[in-house]
Nanobody, 115 residues
Framework: QVQLVESGGGLAQPGGSLRLSCAASGIIFRRYVMGWYRQAPGNQRESVASITSGGFLYYVDSVKGRLTISRDNTNNTVSLQMNNLKPEDTAVYYC?????????WGKGTLVTVSS
């Protein structure tokens, strides 16, 4: 059974930081592109960042220089370090894993940026 379990969401002030983590099980982790989507109220789901097993990175323009994705292929985790948070970063953040054999999602973790 494939499971992706996010943790680390919560409330942060503008300019603050949060670190999201996602623990994967039931997949050969190193064979998957791992990443994060987010969905704000009333908006479509948006791809935020992704990382291949070889370390190729993608970031949406709005988070470049503020968010950093990383992965640990030994412990089957992917993380998203979020710095200099802005109110527009408020959303539910979903971890995903994707390759030709499957596309898997976590249940999401809420990030709220507010003073």
């Amino acid at each position: 059974q494939v499971q992706l379990v996010e943790s680390g969401g919560g409330l942060a002030q503008p300019g603050g930081s949060l670190r999201l983590s996602c623990a994967a099980s039931g997949i050969i982790f190193r064979r998957y592109v791992m990443g994060w989507y987010r969905q704000a109220p009333g908006n479509q789901r948006e791809s935020v960042a992704s990382i291949t097993s070889g370390g190729f990175l993608y970031y949406v323009d709005s988070v470049k220089g503020r968010l950093t994705i990383s992965r640990d292929n030994t412990n089957n985790t992917v993380s998203l370090q979020m710095n200099n948070l802005k109110p527009e970063d408020t959303a539910v953040y979903y971890c995903y894993g994707n390759n030709a054999f499957g596309n898997y999602w976590g249940k999401g973790t809420l990030v709220t940026v507010s003073s």
